[in-house]
């Protein structure tokens, strides 16, 4: 089966950074979009980040010239980058990705169990 595993999550200052990683492992033919999203309490879910097998990126507005996605595609790795924190960035981050096991069977849409950021002076 696919999992994906984040790591990276933490307390951070306000103006601080903080580096998320989210690594695909299983039965894995190919990746589409892999992406972050997050869960503040209280509030829905919401996307962050996005980036395509091809490297298309898109942003929330909220994170637009703080926050950058990338990824790795000989090791199924997505990165968030965040720099230039802020308090209202506290969530549960949520690694996101549309994968394929197998060239028969439609792409999954799998997340992974979740990191906590939490951005407090």
């Known amino acids: 089966q696919v999992q994906l595993v984040e790591s990276g999550g933490g307390l951070v200052q306000p103006g601080g950074s903080l580096r998320l990683s989210c690594a695909a492992s299983?039965?894995?033919?190919?990746?589409?979009?892999m992406g972050w999203y997050r869960q503040a309490p209280g509030k829905e879910r919401e996307l962050v980040a996005r980036?395509?097998?091809?490297?298309?990126?898109n942003y929330a507005d909220s994170v637009k010239g703080r926050f950058t996605i990338s990824r790795d595609n000989a090791k199924n790795t997505v990165y968030l980058q965040m720099d230039s924190l802020k308090l209202e960035d506290t969530a549960v981050y949520y690694c996101n990705a549309y994968i394929w096991v197998d060239t028969t069977t439609p792409r999954g849409n799998y997340w992974g169990q979740g990191t906590q950021v939490t951005v407090s002076s």
């Open positions: 980036i395509t097998s091809g490297g298309n990126r």
């Open positions: 299983g039965s894995i033919f190919n990746i589409d979009a």
